[in-house]
């Protein structure tokens, strides 16, 4: 069996059943959609595949707020199923490097693989599938779904992004509509286009029904 099976292996069994939108399907999602842009834009495909299985081990969300632990646990599971060096090294950049780190923090992504599986996991994140994982995420950590009180924050920093209170509603303007723009791959960025109308439009007619009003639409 190749490292990628007996790791595909590994990782389904850790993520069968898991409710957050972070569940075994989103990975499978992302490792096919990497698979897609790899196609059309190149780059080393076991190192895209590898990735695209790790990149959500040890999320901070989910490890007690670890914020860099993902890139050290997916090193310790590519290193016992005998990953070479340098595989090892180029796919623990992209699980350290793929992460939404915050509104107004610019994140670095210097591998063609990694800007790949970034772009399929913010594809993930966006259009019909993201709108149901943003609920999904939402519910199972008790926040509202929206609050319209509640302030939009562009955070300048991952601690203050990560610990954030926010709802699910806020969370397209801090994330979800910003992701269109930081897609790298020309490939990923057509794509996007089509996933980021399907939030607009989703949000338009959320906002209608929020705030309809008998008089005004009798
Ligand atoms: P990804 O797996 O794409 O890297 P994240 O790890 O940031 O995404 O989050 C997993 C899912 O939960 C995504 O669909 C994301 O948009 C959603 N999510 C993350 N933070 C929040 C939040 N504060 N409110 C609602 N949804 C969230
Ligand atoms: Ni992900």
């Known amino acids: 069996m190749s490292i990628v099976e007996k790791i595909k292996n590994e990782i389904k069994s850790q993520f069968e059943g898991e409710a957050t939108g ?4 989103h990975i499978m999602r992302v490792f096919n959609l990497s698979k897609f842009i790899q196609s059309t834009e190149g780059g080393d495909l076991e190192t895209i595949e590898l990735a695209a299985l790790l990149h959500d081990i040890s ?4 490890n007690g707020g670890k914020l860099d ?5 997916a090193e310790e599971i590519l ?3 005998g990953a070479s060096k340098e595989l090892i090294k180029n796919v623990r950049y992209i699980v350290d490097n793929i992460s939404f780190k915050g509104a107004q923090v610019t994140s670095e992504m210097n591998s063609l693989e990694g800007k790949i599986v970034q772009d399929a996991d913010r594809l993930d994140a966006i259009g019909a599938i993201g709108i149901a994982r943003t609920f999904a995420y939402g519910g199972n950590r008790n926040q509202p779904i929206y609050e319209p009180s509640g302030e939009i ?6 601690e203050a992004y990560a610990n954030a209170k926010t709802s699910s509603i806020n969370h397209f303007y801090e994330k979800l509509l910003l992701l269109k723009d930081r897609l790298n791959t020309k490939t990923g960025i057509e794509l996007g286009e089509k996933r980021h109308a399907i939030m607009t439009e989703f949000l338009t007619e959320f906002h209608k029904e929020w705030n309809f009003n008998t008089e005004e639409n009798s």
């Not at 632990?69 to 646990?73: A, L």
């Open 59 to 62: 999320d901070h969300k989910f």
């Open 79 to 81: 290193f016992r199923h």
């Open 69 to 73: 632990e993902g890139g050290k646990v």
């Open 22 to 25: 972070h569940d075994w399907h």
């Open 153 to 158: 924050v562009m955070h300048d920093s991952f």
